[in-house]
């Protein structure tokens, strides 16, 4: 069974692994992929990307799927209790994650405007939260959600903010009634479950006919998995994940990119916006 490691100066390596994952490694394998898509005309040759998909399936930690839901979950908790979880914000920060995030919510890529009850879904250090505090309407209601109290501590601290509500829950058994919700934000979280459908119908329970998921995940290509390796959390095919949410009532509305760069290369992983059916 694979073990977590607490060591400090592995949190920072990790960070920085996570940083690369979403910046150096991505756009130099983006990079690569673009030079082959112009060069084969828009098909990729079937054995290169069949090797790749192995290539990454290998690399990709096993953890979640060697572990029951329970003992994995527990260990996440520890994780993002321990001395991990405290470095996020900056790790977010260094990586440009924060910055790339916020641009989802200036730009309107992702618009709160008319949102009445947000929830924030793994709330982590509070990096969405952030932004809903900074642009949703004054009227809405803010609920920050994470399966670690510690989290939610830091998330508080940093937001410095008396509106949101901070409830410690499992993603898999909101707190909520149904129909709860008319706007949700989940970023980096369904990597943590064995199966999305136990994320996906939960969250898809509490939203309302019409409402609107800011959804971002890590994408089964070569950055995420070592996202997964470093992390031991999963990846989402983005095909199969788009499945899956129409299957969990929840439409494929419109990909989100960071950027345009983000968007000509593929990288950044998957981001979208879903609408409750
Ligand atoms: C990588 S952080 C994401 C932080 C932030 N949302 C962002 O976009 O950067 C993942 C967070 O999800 C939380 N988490 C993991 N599994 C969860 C679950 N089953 N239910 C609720 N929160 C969970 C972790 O505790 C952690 O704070």
Not at 197 to 208: C, D, I, K, N, T
Request: with cysteine; glycine share 8%; hydrophobic share 40%.
């Amino acid at each position: 069974m694979g073990k977590f490691n607490f060591a400090a100066t592995n949190h920072f390596v990790s960070w920085g692994w996570w940083s690369c994952s979403w910046s150096g490694i991505s756009t130099i394998m983006m990079l690569k992929t673009t030079r082959h898509r112009l060069s084969a005309g828009t098909r990729w040759p079937a054995r290169p990307r069949k090797r790749r998909k192995v290539f990454n399936e290998l690399l990709e930690h096993r953890l979640i799927k060697r572990v029951s839901f329970e003992e994995y979950r527990a260990k996440v908790r520890d994780v993002y209790d321990g001395p991990q979880g405290a470095v996020l914000a900056t790790c977010s920060m260094l990586s440009g994650h924060t910055a790339l995030g916020q641009r989802l919510f200036t730009k309107r890529k992702f618009d709160l405007h008319g949102a009445r009850r947000i929830l924030d879904v793994g709330s982590g250090a509070g990096q969405i939260a952030k932004n809903l505090v900074k642009h949703a309407d004054r009227e809405a209601e803010l609920i920050c959600l994470d399966l670690s109290h510690e989290m939610l501590r830091r998330a508080r601290n940093r937001l410095k903010d008396g509106r949101p509500r901070f409830v410690v829950a499992d993603l898999t058994r909101l707190p909520f009634p149904d129909a709860s919700f008319d706007c949700i934000t989940c970023g980096y979280v369904l990597e943590h479950l064995p199966d999305a459908r136990l994320g996906l119908a939960e969250l898809s329970r509490v939203m309302m006919p019409g409402a609107r998921m800011l959804l971002l995940t890590t994408e089964d290509n070569f950055p995420g998995a070592i996202t997964s390796r470093v992390w031991r959390c999963r990846t989402y095919n983005r095909r199969e994940l788009a499945r899956i949410c129409e299957a969990s009532g929840l439409r494929w509305h419109k990909e989100l990119w960071f950027s345009r760069m983000h968007k000509v290369l593929r990288a950044g992983g998957i981001c979208v916006e879903l609408v409750k059916v």
